[in-house]
């Protein structure tokens, strides 16, 4: 299997955080040297914007591009016209930069809405969209991603996320029931998942059919229950660590690669290790993580 990583491992997030991440540069340097082989696109503006200029970076690098993560307020049909405006600048720059490979990773946007950010990590029903909300969502979601595809021919994947809408087991069975099976896809993210209160072996057991794109993180159990019970924002949970090194926590990264092989999975791992700016090492981070992976594969 291929191994990637993505930005969000040295601190380059979809959020308005203190301190300064470092650049693209330094990033796809890094990653390089330490071994992956590919990487995803990391905040609008973070890598090149211009195709050509793009491509001779990750080419520079033997790196593949394999998605672009897109936040929406797809619960507002006011943001909808300008969510697809926002999701076809980044598959436009991917597909002429790197074909028809890479996904627009489609998320609804994190970190606006106060309660599911004081709630992350111990999500309850009330806290969730309503019904005429699911309506506004999923029309949203099949808008954005069926003019990427009629215009690019990329494919789109959900992206469940702690700190938005859809972060638990039971708003992933809805977000797949409601959706076009043959439009959108998951990009399963094993430690969000995890966070949120499933099962990461058992869900993809379950979503296989809908699983075109795979995050490998890991979530520190001990720190999850302390967020949990201190009530820790989500930031706060970051910034503990909740998110911590692969093999560290508590998904069974040995038992998810076997269900990979058996059901076939041609797609990539990529993998992640959210922090914040100027947390930790992150050089170091993804050298163990890749470390990790290959002495368990």
Same mark, same amino acid.
């Given at each position: 299997? %291929?191994? $990637? %990583? !993505? *930005? /969000?491992?040295?601190?380059?997030?979809?959020?308005?955080?203190?301190?300064? !991440?470092?650049?693209?540069?330094?990033?796809?340097?890094?990653?390089?040297?330490?071994?992956?082989?590919?990487?995803?696109?990391?905040?609008?503006?973070?890598?090149?914007?211009? *195709?050509?200029?793009? =491509?001779?970076?990750?080419?520079?690098?033997?790196?593949?591009? +394999?998605?672009? &993560?897109?936040?929406? !307020?797809?619960?507002?049909?006011?943001?909808?016209?300008?969510?697809?405006?926002?999701?076809?600048?980044?598959?436009?720059?991917? $597909?002429?930069?790197?074909?028809?490979?890479?996904?627009?990773?489609?998320?609804?946007?994190?970190?606006?809405?106060?309660?599911?950010?004081?709630?992350?990590?111990?999500? =309850?029903?009330?806290?969730? +969209?309503?019904?005429?909300?699911?309506?506004?969502?999923?029309?949203?979601?099949? =808008?954005?991603?069926? #003019?990427?595809?009629?215009?690019?021919? +990329?494919?789109?994947?959900?992206?469940?996320?702690?700190?938005?809408?859809?972060?638990?087991?039971?708003?992933?069975?809805? +977000?797949?029931?409601?959706?076009?099976? %043959?439009?959108?896809?998951? /990009?399963?993210?094993?430690?969000?998942? =995890?966070?949120?209160?499933?099962?990461?072996?058992?869900?993809?057991?379950?979503?296989?059919?809908?699983?075109?794109?795979?995050?490998?993180?890991? /979530?520190?159990?001990?720190?999850?229950?302390?967020?949990?019970?201190?009530?820790?924002?989500?930031?706060?949970?970051?910034?503990?660590?909740?998110?911590?090194?692969?093999?560290?926590?508590?998904?069974? &990264?040995? $038992?998810?690669? #076997?269900?990979?092989?058996?059901?076939?999975?041609?797609?990539?791992?990529?993998?992640?290790?959210?922090?914040?700016?100027?947390?930790?090492?992150?050089?170091?981070?993804?050298?163990?993580?890749?470390?990790?992976?290959?002495?368990?594969?």
């Amino acid at each position: 299997m %291929n191994i $990637a %990583n !993505a *930005p /969000c491992s040295w601190g380059v997030l979809e959020f308005e955080l203190d301190g300064e !991440a470092p650049d693209y540069v330094q990033v796809l340097d890094e990653m390089s040297t330490i071994g992956y082989t590919g990487t995803e696109l990391g905040d609008w503006g973070f890598m090149p914007t211009d *195709p050509e200029h793009l =491509r001779a970076e990750l080419e520079k690098r033997q790196l593949k591009m +394999l998605g672009g &993560f897109v936040g929406i !307020a797809l619960a507002d049909p006011e943001t909808h016209a300008a969510g697809e405006a926002k999701a076809l600048d980044h598959a436009r720059l991917m $597909a002429d930069a790197a074909g028809e490979t890479p996904f627009i990773v489609l998320s609804d946007e994190n970190g606006i809405v106060e309660e599911r950010i004081r709630h992350a990590g111990r999500i =309850r029903p009330e806290h969730g +969209l309503t019904s005429e909300q699911w309506d506004t969502f999923v029309d949203g979601v099949h =808008r954005i991603a069926g #003019a990427v595809k009629d215009e690019t021919g +990329l494919r789109t994947v959900l992206h469940p996320h702690c700190a938005g809408y859809i972060e638990t087991p039971e708003e992933i069975d809805i +977000l797949i029931e409601r959706t076009d099976p %043959n439009l959108l896809g998951l /990009c399963f993210d094993t430690g969000h998942y =995890r966070f949120g209160g499933g099962e990461p072996l058992e869900a993809f057991t379950r979503y296989t059919d809908r699983i075109w794109h795979v995050h490998f993180k890991d /979530c520190h159990p001990d720190i999850a229950n302390r967020s949990r019970e201190g009530g820790w924002d989500y930031f706060e949970s970051v910034g503990k660590g909740v998110f911590c090194e692969l093999g560290k926590g508590e998904v069974d &990264f040995p $038992a998810f690669i #076997a269900e990979l092989r058996k059901r076939n999975y041609d797609g990539w791992i990529v993998v992640e290790q959210d922090v914040l700016p100027g947390m930790g090492s992150p050089y170091e981070s993804a050298e163990r993580n890749l470390q990790y992976l290959k002495s368990v594969m």
